[in-house]
């Protein structure tokens, strides 16, 4: 930017400016269910244009499946996915996005020169904090129907306390030719391990789809 305010960390990296949003936590809660089918509302409506970008945490060893971002462009409501049928599941999550609200009764505000904005000291962020993108193939199996389950895994540990981004998983693995795959995340705490599995007819044995992780910052 020509002009503005700029706040740089200690190790010069920008940290606010008066040009970009930072990722901020927009709502947080827990969930606490069955793997037949999870629905968490948001506390409020949230309403950005784009979906806000769910993070998820889970208690114990899981799986995601079937993730949806629910409402539309303005009116996000809430989020749902399916676990392992007749399992019980609870976790941690938080929706973020790249939005300020103006949330403190004092303190600091920045706005962009559109009049947007940018940061409010009371509106808490959030920071990625890693990208899984190259992946290990385990192997397939396939189902009665014909189809394959194909899994991949990475060496990236669970043990720490950051959230996966569960509207990647919301995304399908492409078909060689035809049809598309569904993706799953299946959490193995047991073995210090992510694997991501796609369920299809004609799927690649490569895994292109990134995993994102992120933390609050409190």
């Known amino acids: 930017m020509s002009y503005g305010m700029m706040f740089k960390n200690g190790s010069d990296v ?18 606490n269910g069955t793997g037949a089918g999870v629905v968490v509302n948001f506390a409020k ?6 979906p806000p970008l ?3 945490r889970p208690d114990q060893s899981n799986v995601f499946c079937f993730c949806l971002v629910r409402g539309s462009a303005g009116a996000w409501t809430g989020f749902s996915f399916v676990g392992v049928v007749g ?10 996005a790249f939005k300020s609200e103006p949330t403190a009764s004092f303190g600091f505000r920045l706005w962009d020169g559109s009049g947007k904005l940018l940061f409010d000291n009371g509106t808490p962020c959030a920071q990625f904090t890693r990208t899984i993108t190259s992946w290990t193939y385990l192997g397939a199996v396939q189902d009665p129907q014909g189809q394959s389950r194909l899994s991949w895994t990475a060496p990236s540990s669970l043990a720490g306390a950051d959230y996966m981004l569960l509207s990647n ?7 060689l030719t035809s049809r598309q795959g569904n993706m799953y995340a ?6 210090d391990r992510l694997i991501i599995q796609a369920v299809g007819v004609d799927l690649s044995t490569t895994l292109y789809n990134p995993v994102v992780f992120a933390k609050q910052i409190i």
Not at 23 to 31: C, E, F, N
Not at 87 to 96: D, E, L, N, R
Not at 169 to 175: E, F, T
Not at 186 to 191: C, L, Q, R, T
């Open 14 to 31: 920008v940290v606010i400016d008066s040009e970009f949003s930072r990722l901020t936590t927009l709502d947080k809660g827990a969930w």
């Open 45 to 50: 409506t949230i309403t950005t244009d784009e």
């Open 54 to 56: 769910v993070f998820v």
């Open 87 to 96: 399992q019980a599941t609870s976790g941690k999550w938080f929706a973020a």
């Open 169 to 175: 998983i919301a995304m399908d693995v492409a078909g």
């Open 186 to 191: 299946v959490w193995e705490y047991n073995n």
